[in-house]
Antibody
Framework: EVQLVESGGGLVQPGRSLRLSCAAS????????MHWVRQAPGKGLEWVSS????????DYADSVRGRFTISRDNAKNSLYLQMDSLRVEDTALYYC????????????????WGQGTLVTVSS | QSVLTQPPSLSGAPGQRVTMSCNGS?????????VHWYQQLPRTAPKLLIY???NRPSGVPDRFSGSRSGTSASLAITGLQPEDEAAYYC???????????FGTGTRVTV
């Protein structure tokens, strides 16, 4: 059974940093691209970032590019999101999601999701 | 601001058929790429509902079906059930943005 468990969320002041983690199990982690998707309170889903199976390519939404960094450690079956210069508008539930493919491309979709970790940016 | 637009809400009585749209453009749905749909029940994570425009993962009832025409896609629920009360999101790849995008979401009330 595929399991994705996010951690690292919390309350942080604007301008500060936070690092999210996602522990994966139940599948061959380094066979798949991975994504972060967020959902602000009461709002819809927003794709945040993706990373290919071998960390060869990373991509970001315009809203976070230059502030967030996605990474993975295939030896530890783990995905990360380093969030710097956090803003109030980054407040959201952050989901880790597995792609069916090795990279984010035309056929990509998210076949498994974690339960999310809540990030609250407030002074 | 999402590039895939969905009606914010719709409602139906149990047993009815409801259809929701997902309107995109020539850089996403209009390219012919697959469209995918997710169901998010209250206070839970999203779940894959339809992939590859009209394929259901194991365990998804056949009352859910998807279609695509031009720059739009649709999700239909036939024989609406109380447990179908949820938010539904479409998703596709956008060639201009070079990444996946989600629709604005439709909340279905039964």
């Amino acid at each position: 059974e595929v399991q994705l468990v996010e951690s690292g969320g919390g309350l942080v002041q604007p301008g500060r940093s936070l690092r999210l983690s996602c522990a994966a199990s139940g599948f061959t982690f380094d066979d798949y691209a991975m994504h972060w998707v967020r959902q602000a309170p009461g709002k819809g889903l927003e794709w945040v970032s993706s990373i290919t199976w071998n960390s060869g390519n990373m991509d970001y939404a315009d809203s976070v590019r230059g502030r967030f960094t996605i990474s993975r450690d295939n030896a530890k079956n783990s995905l990360y999101l380093q969030m710097d210069s956090l803003r109030v508008e980054d407040t959201a539930l952050y989901y880790c999601a597995k792609d069916l493919s090795t990279y984010d491309g035309p056929g990509s979709y998210f076949d498994n999701w974690g339960q999310g970790t809540l990030v609250t940016v407030s002074s | 601001q999402s590039v895939l637009t969905q009606p914010p809400s719709l409602s139906g009585a149990p047993g009815q058929r409801v259809t929701m749209s997902c309107n995109g453009s020539n850089s996403n749905i209009g390219t012919g790429f697959d469209v995918h749909w997710y169901q998010q029940l209250p206070r839970t994570a999203p779940k894959l509902l339809i992939y590859g425009t009209n394929n259901r993962p194991s365990g998804v009832p056949d009352r859910f079906s998807g279609s695509r025409s031009g720059t739009s896609a649709s999700l239909a629920i036939t024989g609406l059930q109380p447990e179908d009360e949820a938010a539904y999101y479409c998703q596709a790849y956008d060639t201009t943005l070079s990444h996946s995008v989600f629709g604005t979401g439709t909340r279905v009330t039964v």
